[in-house]
């Protein structure tokens, strides 16, 4: 265990902390660490909508780069701004134990949500959910890390915002006050930590892999496989959770237009013995019945 395992992350709050209890559980095995932040594109650019710069990886490249590169030797995500297809070369070796899944609502003041009122998000995800159930509400885009996202929610004249609770769990900014969209699907491994390393670094490939929780690791697959079934390589609305409830997996996935009109759902559930090709399936299901016309209509639409 002589090597230094050199751990590559964003240098925003959240993704030090994550970077940190990945640190913190390696060393309690007895490996060797140092973290390496690195600034991504997507945390430098903060006046595009996500979906405008090419979301797919805009927040993982630069630390692809730096592995490939060899600066650094694993890096740490948020699973769900990982893309679906990894670069060639580098491999997940774990996912950590999932925390929260669910996304939240953040106000300044109690506000009637049956009358017009604007409510900001970076997530077209988030945005056709809360547009189907709330059609007279204006969504505007909130860029930026946690803080910052804190932030522009006090000075400006939104009603509210949308976060993951488990970021601002992390990070011990979660307020008392907040509602649980728990109608809300979330993202596909929202919640998860990932860990990826060189696909021929044996050492941190088997060093990593200790960290991996089963059940996070089958819930994310199902979910991510579901994500790159439907996409095709473009950013859509898409929500999609699998649980473990006793020996099977419960899974519920969705489809939404941009404007959040049309909505397309699937619920299903598996023997977990059975799970390998489940996400897929319900994808290739969803896509059968209406998806595969309505993500021409959304690629047609973000062109």
């Known amino acids: 265990m002589s090597k230094v395992i050199k751990i590559g992350t964003r ?6 902390w994550q970077a940190n209890t990945v640190k913190t559980k ?59 297809a990894l670069p060639i070369g580098i491999v997940q070796t774990a996912v950590l134990e999932r925390a929260s899944s669910e996304d939240i609502l953040l106000t300044k003041i109690d506000f009637d949500l049956t009358k017009p009122a604007t409510i900001a998000t970076g997530s077209l995800r988030r945005k056709a959910q809360w547009l189907h159930r709330y059609p007279n509400h204006t969504v505007v885009d909130l860029r930026g890390n946690v803080n910052l996202r804190l932030q522009k929610l006090q000075n400006n004249e939104w009603e509210g915002a949308i976060f993951a609770k488990a970021g601002l769990e992390r990070i011990h900014l979660l307020p008392d006050t907040h509602e649980t969209l728990d109608w809300m699907l979330p ?29 996070s690791d089958i819930c994310t697959k199902i979910e991510r496989d579901f994500l790159r079934t439907l996409e095709g390589g473009c950013t859509a609305p898409i929500g999609a959770l699998a649980e473990v409830v006793e020996d099977s997996i ?39 019945n209406g998806g595969a016309q309505l993500m021409r209509q959304i690629k047609k639409e973000m062109e």
């Open 11 to 16: 240098d925003s709050k959240l993704a030090l």
């Open 26 to 84: 390696l060393e309690a095995l007895g490996y060797k660490t140092e973290l390496v932040p690195v600034k991504s594109t997507g945390d430098l650019v903060l006046d595009k909508p996500l979906y405008e710069m090419g979301i797919t990886g805009i927040f993982t490249k630069t630390l692809d780069v730096a592995m490939l590169n060899e600066t650094v030797d694993i890096a740490v995500h948020s699973m769900k701004d990982v893309p679906t």
């Open 187 to 215: 993202a596909p491994a929202q919640g998860a930590m990932v860990v990826v390393a060189l696909e021929n670094d044996e050492f941190c490939k088997e060093a990593t892999s200790k960290l991996n929780h089963t059940n």
């Open 250 to 288: 419960q899974f519920k996935g969705c489809l939404f237009s941009l404007d959040g009109k049309e909505k397309l759902e699937i619920a299903k559930s598996v023997a977990i013995a059975n799970y390998k090709d489940f996400g897929s399936k319900c994808g290739e299901e969803l896509l059968k």
